[in-house]
């Protein structure tokens, strides 16, 4: 560098010196070298700083080489490894170490993808790596022949919350309202799952209701990845207002609770009549007492004198109340689009339970008796999942979840938190928002966010 410094110096006092002895030419052509002799020195410069320049942008393109395969169906293991050359040998170690290092052992057709790494184009494969999914991926060095080292390398899940309303079009169905509210579609069935004890999406939904989610999305250096799960749902239904808040309680489990810190998640009783006695329990196949011959039971019996007043077994609709020669006098009651129950034999009806009539659960609905195909009277009591009739002492139900006294006023400040992000995003929607975030001093930009 000090070299040319001088270079440059000797060039600059050589050209000064020519312009002196040219003391009498011209004003103009004096100028005119005086530029000459500019040029001349940056042009100096540009050459000697160009080298090492050239130099350094020829290390960033170095090109590393890539071989991308992504599992086809059929497709094993030692098939890809034994089409890029490996040997037996080799491939048995890889994974043999696979299993043992990165807990990896079946190939997902469609999924996963292999990129095997050169350092260039000539050069042997030196590292494979795996794509195990959108937050894994697994290092196989190929540095050390025979060692075939396998790192299992998680992908950091960045979290940020993401906030849609909208309302229900003009003979439109929550889904598509939903969907034309940009709201993805598995996030628009945990909705449904979420809030279907709560209502009725077939019957409750009406013009001009509206709705707001928050929910997670998973991003992964600044791509979204995929959507997380429903944070908060608030929907503006027949019977008012109907909100769900996610909370994690202490010991981990995670629930969704409403304003009040009640589980969302409603359960049907296997037993709506509390301690009677079960007379005949479900069966595909059993001798029909009354008939005589052999037909599926697709309920349970439980033994009730006449009269006995029969509870709704969760809170629902009633969408029937009728008689017929089997069931005699009976209701139905729909819960929610999973579970509907049937109650049969009753002498009576209970007053004001009509087909359109929201129970709640514990409400009396009927009476117990003997009419239609009955011996005596009892409670037959039917559970119907997804239109299938299953047996109500062994299905697995809903748990119900309330928080208590201790919970209730964690889970109240952490719904205020929930509130507050959701008005935070809908009044700038573009706002990168994390649940970690404080809600006062939102961070605005993914360059702040990154400082952290
Ligand atoms: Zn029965």
């Given amino acids: 560098m000090k070299k040319a410094k001088n270079i440059i110096k000797k060039m600059t006092a050589g050209l000064v010196k020519s312009c002196k002895k040219l003391g009498n030419v011209h004003v103009l052509s004096r100028l005119v070298l005086i530029v000459a002799a500019v040029m001349i020195v940056v042009a100096g ?17 170095s090109p590393e080489h890539h071989t991308v395969i992504e599992v086809k169906s059929g497709d094993t293991l030692s098939k890809i490894l034994s089409a890029q050359g490996f040997s037996i040998n080799d491939i048995n170690t890889i994974s043999k170490n696979l299993k043992k290092d990165a807990d990896f052992a079946t190939l997902r057709a469609g999924r996963d993808k292999f990129d095997f790494v050169r350092k260039n184009e000539n050069e042997p494969i030196s590292k494979i790596v795996i794509e195990n999914g959108p937050w894994n991926r697994i290092e196989i060095d190929c540095g050390t022949p025979d060692v075939w080292q396998c790192q299992k390398i998680e992908i950091e899940r960045d979290t940020r919350i993401a906030y849609k309303e ?67 749902v608030s929907f503006d239904a027949l019977r008012g207002n109907v909100q769900m808040f996610r909370y994690v309680k202490e010991n981990g489990h995670a ?77 139905k009651i729909r819960h929610n689009a999973t579970f509907e129950t049937l109650y049969a034999h009753m002498s009576k009806f209970a007053k004001g339970v009509n087909v359109g009539t929201m129970v709640r659960q514990g409400q009396i609905i009927g009476y117990s008796g003997s009419t239609g195909l009955s011996t005596g009277p009892h409670l037959h009591y039917e559970i119907i999942k997804n239109g299938v009739h299953v047996n109500p002492m062994t299905v697995k139900l809903p748990a119900i979840d309330n928080l208590d006294a201790k919970t209730k006023p964690l889970f109240m400040e952490h719904k205020k938190m929930l509130l507050d992000k959701m008005a935070l995003l809908k009044a700038n929607p573009n706002m990168v928002v994390r649940l970690s975030d404080d809600a006062e001093q939102p961070e605005k930009t993914d360059n702040q966010k990154s400082k952290k």
């Avoid at 410069?45 to 393109?61: D, I, L, N, T």
């Avoid at 004890?197 to 019957?203: C, G, L, P, S």
């Avoid at 037993?271 to 005589?292: D, E, M, Q, W, Y």
């Fill in 255 to 331: 629930g969704y609770y409403d304003e009040n810190g009640n589980g969302a998640i409603k359960s049907l009783k296997r037993t709506p009549i509390n301690n009677a006695k079960v007379t005949s329990g479900f069966a595909g196949k059993r001798k029909h007492p009354v008939l005589g011959y052999t037909r599926a039971h697709k309920g349970v019996d439980f033994r009730a004198p006449t009269g006995t007043p029969i509870p709704a077994a969760g809170a629902g609709r009633v969408i029937a109340r009728s008689f017929n020669r089997g069931h005699g006098n009976f209701v």
């Fill in 45 to 61: 410069v540009v050459v000697m700083f160009s080298k090492p320049a050239r130099q350094a942008v020829m290390e960033v393109v």
């Fill in 166 to 232: 909208g309302e229900i079009a003009k003979g439109s169905s929550f889904y598509l309202s939903a969907m034309n509210a940009g709201m993805p579609e598995g996030i628009i069935l945990d909705v449904y799952d979420l809030l279907a004890f709560e209502m009725d999406f077939e019957r409750d939904i009406r013009a001009g209701q509206k709705f707001y989610v928050l929910y997670e999305e998973n991003y992964a250096s600044n791509k979204k990845v995929d959507n997380g799960r429903v944070l908060a």
